[in-house]
């Protein structure tokens, strides 16, 4: 059975640093891209990063490169998204989420990384970010 823990969640001041983890287990992370999604209060669901399967290449959306990095240990089934810099903007609970294979989706005529394309979720870690 597949199943996603993250932790590592809690209060961080503004320009502070945070790892949060997320444990996987019943699948594989050589077969399975796992990506990270913030949803911000009352906002939806929005794409943060991802390390695909085949190659651990890694994804980040625009807002948090150069100040997030995400990693992976094959060996511990774990999957870490390590967050520096953090802004306001970065309050929330931090959902991780698998798919197969890569992080991207071929989907008319375009790449996704997208929420809609990652089939298992866990049940979230609380980032705030505050002084």
């Known amino acids: 059975q597949l199943q996603l823990v993250e932790s590592g969640g809690g209060l961080v001041h503004p320009g502070g640093s945070l790892t949060v983890s997320c444990k996987v287990s019943g699948l594989s992370l050589n077969d399975y891209a796992i990506g990270w999604f913030l949803q911000a209060p009352g906002k939806g669901r929005e794409a943060v990063s991802c390390i695909s399967a085949t190659d651990g290449k890694t994804f980040h959306v625009d807002s948090v490169k150069g100040r997030f990095t995400i990693s992976r240990d094959t060996a511990k089934n774990t999957v870490y998204l390590q967050m520096n810099g953090v802004k306001s903007d970065d309050t929330g609970v931090y959902y991780c989420?698998?798919?197969?294979?890569?992080?991207?989706?071929?989907?008319?005529?375009?790449?996704?990384?997208?929420?809609?394309?990652?089939?298992?979720w866990g049940q979230g870690t609380q980032v705030t970010v505050s002084s």
């Open positions: 989420a698998a798919k197969k294979a890569e992080c991207l989706t071929y989907y008319r005529g375009d790449y996704y990384f997208n929420r809609s394309f990652f089939n298992s």
